[in-house]
């Protein structure tokens, strides 16, 4: 079973710059999590989809991020205009109805200059 | 407001022997879930185990075992006879359930990060 795809797996922008990331997650996962990782730090929810609807998108930051998942199931996180705090690796996460495990793609490092 | 605490922020020990991760975590559900997951170099998330609130089994796999205890809110994992691929960062992880019948998103700790050393 293929696992959680993510691209680019890296990128470096300037700030003020935009950028979008990509998630293809596994097969039939109806539940899909972005998150974001500071260097140093547990990862921290940034969105959650149950299909194409928005289950909880109390951290993100919405005047820079956002994020779709149109046909209930690739996913799109963009930041628009970048700062430099937003330097960190972008997970994307799925999980199975009814079931608690998540299951991460490698994630995308984004360094903002 | 869930929150999750690993207090150890690195920790090193030689090749062979035992190491325990400490969690200790707050939330005001009554049904919650706890994870760890290892992050090895390569920065994929791998996941470990789940338990349940409701189990306070103690759980073996192989080498490594992990000890739930409610009237502590601690989560710890222990890692037998430790070997130089355990070496890691990793992560203890809370969540609750929504309404649809799934999990929330995950509260992480800050992780630990474990040098094994031959």
């Known amino acids: 079973e293929a696992g959680v795809a993510q691209s680019p797996r890296y990128k470096i922008i300037e700030k003020r710059q935009s950028v979008a990331f990509w998630c293809n997650p596994i097969s039939g996962h109806a539940t899909l999590y972005w998150y974001q990782q500071i260097l140093g730090q547990g990862p921290k929810l940034l969105i959650q989809?149950?299909?194409?609807?928005?289950?909880?998108d109390s951290q993100l930051p919405k005047d820079r991020f956002s994020a779709e998942r149109l046909k209930g199931v690739d996913s799109t996180l963009k930041i628009q205009p970048a700062k430099l705090e937003d330097s960190a690796v972008y997970l994307c996460?799925?999980?199975?109805?009814?079931?608690?495990?998540?299951?991460f793609g490698p994630g995308t490092r984004l360094t903002v200059t | 407001a869930q929150k999750v605490t690993q207090a150890q922020t690195e920790i090193s020990v030689v090749e062979k022997e035992d190491v325990t991760l400490d969690c200790v975590y707050e939330t005001r559900d009554t049904t919650y879930y706890l994870f760890w997951y290892k992050q090895p170099p390569s920065g994929e998330l791998v996941f470990l185990i789940r338990?349940?609130?409701?189990?306070?089994q103690n759980e073996i796999s192989g080498r490594y075992s992990w000890n739930f205890q409610k009237s502590t809110s601690s989560f710890n994992f222990t890692i037998t006879a430790s070997q130089v691929v355990d070496s890691a960062v990793y992560f203890c992880a809370l969540t609750d359930m929504y309404s649809g019948g799934g999990a929330d998103g995950l509260t992480f700790g800050k992780g630990t990060h474990l040098i094994i050393q031959p």
């Open positions: 989809f149950q299909n194409n609807g928005v289950v909880d």
């Open positions: 996460a799925s999980s199975l109805p009814g079931q608690y495990e998540q299951y």
């Open positions: 338990r349940n609130s409701f189990d306070e």
